[in-house]
């Protein structure tokens, strides 16, 4: 069947995408373009030049064009939603469109939402009302991950002991790295979370706070550990580490190594297919990887396809493939969902100077929370 497709939140289409916009409904609407069963049919934004200017580049309809998305949902009533909107106002939309009992699937912007009874909530409603819900987390389709994933499984080596991640932050850009993690562990869940942060000069990135570093611990409950270094400060020189027992991966190494593999010699660079972390290389012809049901799978290199698609692209083909065929879709909400919970325990952890056992007990977000108490930030966004 074909698969009708709106947009809520088009936003500007920046010609240098950076912190304050990345543009990802057009990510979006170029991964639905490339399904033979999927129909962009409407666009939604609070600022209507935005969303009639993406109108015009994905050939909408000007009269499916919306200011308000809950009208958009009454008159065209579409079977899959992109919610490309700030992560504040997540949560809103992602149940206004499940209780429209019109849509059949929602695929959200990452990260989840601004606190954790909103993730949760966005969650348990989705479920009730029968929407498949998922989160663009989208490097789970990446060649470097995929990879990685492929060394561990086999053995390579040995028993996974440890993961350690590094990067700017616990929860815009950290939310990718908890989320991989969890790929890694095969959603096994932790029981404990131990953490400290500096906040010291405002750092909002889409009406969120995020802190300017963190240093973590948390323990998965089959024995694996885990551990997290954000900031400028970070002691990482990768994004990933998987420390087995007998030997390691690393993957975004900082010399630009897509990913390399240490066991009883010396570092050995793993062929990724072309994929660096964020994406296909650019000028690549080909991309030898393709969706095969739930995995991605690599091909041999004489049976390139015939463009590189992106992960976003990726993601969104296994999102449509898991409606039409009845199954869970590899970011499935519930995947999310636990690897957000390690955020906010982090800053719980923070806040309550001490181990944060899980399942998270707050609803709220304890960043923000300390920030409104004093408790944190004694300085000024930097000019």
Known sequence: MTYTVAIVGTGANPDNPNADGFAM???HARAYERLDNCRIVACADIITENAREFADVF??????????????????????????VPPVVHADIVIGCARSDVVQAIHCEKPMAKTWAECR?????????????????????????????????SGEIGDLKRIDVGGPNLYDYGSHLFDMCGYFTDQTPAEWVMAQIDYSEENLQFGVH???????????????????????????NCEMRLVGSEGTIEIGVDDGTALRMRTDGGWKTQDTNGDSIHGPKPGLVGSAVKLAGERLSFLPTDRLLPSAPSFIDRAIEDVVAALDEGRNPELAAENALQGTELIFACWESARRRGRVDLPLDIDSNPLEEMVNAGEVLTAPAAE
């Open 25 to 27: 409904a057009y990510r």
């Open 59 to 84: 050939d909408i309809p000007a009269g499916n064009v919306y200011e308000d998305y809950e009208q958009m949902l009454t008159a065209v009533e579409p079977d899959i939603v992109s919610v490309c």
């Open 121 to 153: 909530e966005m969650v348990r409603v989705c479920d009730e009302h029968g929407v498949q819900l998922t989160f663009n987390h989208q490097r789970r389709f990446g060649g470097p991950f995929r990879k990685a994933k492929q060394l561990l499984d």
């Open 210 to 236: 995020n802190e300017n570093n963190a240093i973590a611990q948390w323990r998965y409950e089959d024995g694996v550990f885990g551990t997290a270094s954000t900031g400028d400060d970070s002691t990482m």
